[in-house]
C-alpha cells in the first residue's frame, strides 16, 4: 500500500472527528447565544419593572404631596375660566371693530375689571399648597392685566366707543393667554393624570371669590 493510500486513510478519521469537534462547538455557541439573549430579555423586563416602579413612586409621591385634589381643580377651573372669557373677549372685540358694531363693544367695555377684588379669596390663598396658590395668583395678575384696560373700549368721556383701541386690548389679551395657557401646563407637569380627573366646566352660579391686591408685578393676597 502506498504512502499516499495510507496518509488519506488516517486522515479521514482524523477529518470526521475535526468536523464533529466543530459540529459542537457550534452548538455549544448557539446554546451560548440562546442564554445571553435569555439574559438580555431577562434584563429588560427587570429594568421595564424597575421603571414601572419609579414612575409609579413619584406618581405615589407627588400624590401624597398634595393635601387634597380640591385646590388643584379648584385652580384649574379658575385659569380655564379665565382663559375662555379672554379668548371671548378677542372674539367679540374682533367682531366689534370689523363691523363698527358701538353696543357690542360698549357691552365688552362693561365687563372689564376697575379692580381685582373677587378673583381670589384670602382663605383660599392661604390654605392652597404654597406652589400651588403662587400660580393661582399669577393667573389672576395675567387675567387682570388684560382685563383692567377693558373698560377703555368705550370712552366715558365723549360716550362713545374707542375702536383705535381694539387692536391694542386684542394683544394684551393674548398676552395674558399665554401666561395662563404656561401656568396650566406647568400644574399638568406637576400632577400625574391619574391623581386629578379634574371636572371641566363652569363654576356654579353664584360662586363668588374675592379680595386680592394686585401691585404692579406682584400679587399679595389681602
Given at each position: ?108 367695555a362693561r365687563a372689564g ?91 356654579p352660579s353664584g360662586f ?15
Amino acid at each position: 500500500m502506498k504512502l499516499v493510500e495510507i496518509m488519506t486513510i488516517v486522515a479521514l478519521p482524523v477529518s470526521v472527528i475535526a468536523l464533529a469537534v466543530v459540529s459542537y462547538q457550534t452548538y455549544l455557541t448557539r446554546k451560548a447565544l440562546d442564554l445571553a439573549r435569555d439574559s438580555l430579555n431577562a434584563a429588560k423586563k427587570v429594568m421595564d419593572s424597575a421603571t414601572k416602579s419609579t414612575e409609579l413612586a413619584i406618581r405615589t409621591m407627588q400624590i401624597e404631596m398634595l393635601p387634597s385634589a380640591y385646590w388643584v381643580i379648584q385652580v384649574q377651573i379658575a385659569l380655564e375660566q379665565w382663559l375662555k372669557d379672554l379668548e371671548s373677549a378677542i372674539e367679540i372685540a374682533s367682531v366689534a371693530e370689523r363691523q363698527r358694531d358701538s353696543y357690542k363693544l360698549h357691552a365688552l367695555a362693561r365687563a372689564g375689571l376697575e379692580t381685582p377684588k373677587g378673583l381670589v379669596r384670602q382663605f383660599d390663598a392661604e390654605h392652597t399648597p404654597k406652589w400651588l396658590s403662587t400660580i393661582w395668583l399669577a393667573g389672576a395678575q395675567y387675567y387682570y392685566d388684560a382685563k383692567a384696560p377693558q373698560a377703555n373700549l368705550w370712552r366715558k368721556a365723549d360716550d362713545e366707543s374707542w375702536f383705535e383701541f381694539v387692536p391694542d386690548f386684542i394683544i394684551r389679551c393674548k398676552g395674558s393667554i399665554v401666561g395662563i395657557q404656561h401656568l396650566l401646563q406647568m400644574i399638568n407637569d406637576v400632577v400625574p393624570a391619574v391623581s386629578c380627573p379634574c371636572v371641566r366646566g363652569n363654576l356654579p352660579s353664584g360662586f363668588r371669590v374675592k379680595i386680592l391686591k394686585i401691585t404692579s408685578f406682584s400679587v399679595v393676597a389681602l
